[in-house]
């Protein structure tokens, strides 16, 4: 998928997001992979996407959510966009360690999930969450849906995740993921195309 991208002369970002303590590993391995490390994919080298080895933490409360990294702080108590804005600011690869313990405490639901935001208002940049926790049940899915609304993004609602499923939202078949080289690329383009049929009934409503 990133050597895909690359040649395709997309602008992109990855970023990992995991409840784990697994983050300075896994950012270590991905950096040695893209200078041409990894012994099934030498040419990745021919990437040019720089990976951040400092990971990112975001803390979730009733009264905001928090992200911080090095030394970036960024709050949603001002407004909901300010996070969005930042995730779409960013470049390379990178990851964050969701609050585990909020989810915990809100009985792994997804209103204690992974917060990620979508701006329909937004026809520039398309954010996607792949994650093999992604359930149409919402009283056990991983991620907190959070769709911005119009005053200026300082508000967002909570979405259902059937609104976005398979727009942003990409639920990991994880037998096709092994198995198949270009899995992740194919849910990239199936997001693509349906997100551009949710921008224009957006656009409608």
Request: with cysteine; aromatic share 10%.
């Amino acid at each position: 998928m990133l050597e895909s991208l690359h040649l395709q002369g997309r602008e992109f970002c990855v970023i990992l997001r995991t409840f784990g303590c697994d983050l300075p590993q896994v950012l270590q391995s991905i950096h040695a992979a893209l200078q041409g490390k990894h012994p099934e994919f030498p040419h990745l080298q021919q990437v040019p996407l720089a990976t951040d080895l400092t990971p990112g933490r975001i803390r979730c409360s009733k009264r905001d959510i928090v992200l911080t990294r090095g030394s970036d702080r960024i709050s949603t108590r001002t407004k909901e966009r300010n996070i969005y804005q930042y995730f779409s600011s960013l470049a390379g690869v990178g990851g964050f360690q969701d609050h585990f313990d909020w989810w915990a405490r809100n009985n792994f639901s997804g209103s204690g999930g992974k917060p990620f935001w979508i701006d329909p208002t937004d026809c520039n940049t398309q954010h996607i969450f792949i994650d093999d926790n992604i359930r149409l049940s919402e009283c056990n899915t991983i991620v907190n849906y959070r769709v911005l609304l119009e005053n200026k993004g300082k508000k967002a609602r909570r979405a259902p995740t059937s609104e976005l499923y398979d727009i942003c939202l990409v639920q990991t078949d994880l037998l096709k993921a092994i198995a198949e080289e270009d899995y992740f690329l194919d849910c990239v383009r199936l997001c693509e195309e349906n997100y551009e049929q949710y921008l224009r009934d957006f656009q409608v409503e």
